[in-house]
């Protein structure tokens, strides 16, 4: 079952799109994909390879400690494929030249988006950090994922920070001869219209914090999914504590274990 712990429960429902927005822990993408069935494979594509591997760093999830390298998550690991698109652009054209090696198409593959098979998962990660802060020069790129019998993941802590400007149909038919009166696409909360295409919507709120005595925090935290569509009052609502752990051989500092 598909999940963002480590261990297998709690597990996400079934679902074909998921959107994770808010403080999630660090960790949960790669959760995710680590937990695909065995023989699939998951895709992950970053925005930032640096932002991803510093945050996993200063996080410190303790089972990703203990069992990274190890014969229990070598097999389930070799079948997770990372890249970094450096640019919304780069993005694009990279999902684009996915492909298999099997594939019948009479398209030139290129060895490094050739893939083993078609994979069971896609995660998207922080894609707003394409766009923020936001600078006039940088290219507004919409692109669309074709329907695919993989699941769709999208983290993105600051998609509640994030506008971009959005072309709203027209009232006055193009072809009459009348111009718009205005024409200025004008920012929007790109949140609002991007939960429209996921079937689920998770919200992450991890602010919840007391301080022990050794001065490290435990961080009580929730998270609340929704099925777009549906009755509030069947959200999904989770909770659990991030305890640090200091006794670990791998890490001088304190890892970050979960309680539930």
């Known amino acids: 079952m598909a999940r963002m712990f480590p261990t297998s429960d709690p597990s996400l429902p079934p679902y074909k799109s998921l959107i994770i927005q808010g403080d999630y822990h660090p960790s949960a993408p790669i959760h995710m994909c680590l937990s695909v069935p065995t023989g699939a494979k998951a895709l992950l594509l970053s925005s930032a390879r640096q932002a991803l591997i510093r945050s996993l760093q200063e996080y410190n999830d ?3 400690l203990s069992n990274s390298g190890t014969g229990n998550t070598c097999r389930s690991s070799s079948e997770v494929d990372i890249f970094y698109p450096p640019t919304p652009n780069h993005l694009v054209v990279l999902l684009s030249a996915f492909r298999t090696h099997e594939a019948s198409d009479p398209v030139p593959l290129d060895s ?7 994979p069971s998962l896609l ?12 600078n006039e020069n940088k290219p507004y790129v919409l692109f669309a ?14 998609l509640d920070k994030l506008k971009l400007p959005v072309l709203r149909t027209p009232t006055v038919p193009v072809f009459d001869g009348e111009e718009s009166g205005d024409e200025t696409p004008r920012p929007e909360s790109v949140a609002f219209v991007a939960h429209k295409y996921f ?3 998770g919200t992450f709120d991890r602010s919840d914090t007391n301080s ?10 929730t998270l609340t999914l929704h099925k777009q569509g549906s009755d509030i ?6 909770r659990w504590s991030e305890v640090p752990e200091r006794a670990h051989s791998r890490c001088e500092g304190l890892a970050i274990a979960f309680s539930w």
């Open 62 to 64: 303790e089972w990703l």
């Open 112 to 118: 490094k988006a050739t893939l083993d098979s078609v």
């Open 123 to 134: 995660v998207l990660h922080e894609l707003s950090a394409y766009f923020l802060p936001m």
């Open 145 to 158: 994922l074709a329907v695919t019998p993989m699941r769709f993941a999208l983290f993105d802590s600051q």
């Open 199 to 201: 079937e689920w919507v």
């Open 212 to 221: 022990l005595s050794d001065g490290s925090e435990v961080r009580r935290c």
């Open 233 to 238: 009052r069947s959200d999904i609502v989770w």
